[in-house]
């Protein structure tokens, strides 16, 4: 699961757009970039507005089994940005949608099952990326 959570990390989802850039499809590459960039600002606010401490035990402690990039858990950024990654390519590319959104999914359920996160926060992340999936598709069209 621990290599699984990178993929929703900052360089994997930048290098995604990135690469599609690089390889002949920059409008795609570019909505990829405005989606993750778009749902990463409101993760950044909500992360500030809600402090929701992450998983943790009696004593306080957090049970988490990767580094933690921040004390705040509410939403995960990392949902967010494969999600949004994930959903740009598969609206774009629907034969890809079988394989880029389980991908995300299982990136959003590293994220529980490494204890970095709650479920709501996953679920939250995710709603965050299709939306700026979305919202990208159109400005981009």
Not at 52 to 59: H, I, K, S, Y
Not at 99 to 124: G, K, N, Q
Request: aromatic share 2%; hydrophobic share 55%.
């Amino acid at each position: 699961m621990r290599w699984i959570t990178h993929l929703g990390g900052a360089r994997a989802t930048l290098a995604v757009g990135l690469a599609l850039v690089a390889l002949g499809e920059p409008r795609l590459g570019l909505t990829a970039l405005l989606a993750n960039a778009g749902s990463h600002v409101f993760v950044q606010l909500l992360k500030r507005a809600v402090a929701r401490a992450r998983p943790c035990d009696a004593g306080g402690r957090p049970l988490a089994l990767v580094d933690l990039p921040d004390p705040h858990s509410f939403p995960s950024g990392h949902a967010a940005a494969a999600t949004a990654v994930a959903v740009t390519v598969a609206l774009a590319h629907p034969s890809a949608a079988p394989i880029m959104l389980p991908l995300a999914a299982l990136v959003a359920y590293s994220r529980v099952t490494l204890r970095v996160h709650h479920v709501s926060d996953v679920v939250a992340g995710a709603a965050l990326g299709l939306t700026g999936a979305v919202v990208a598709a159109r400005l981009l069209r």
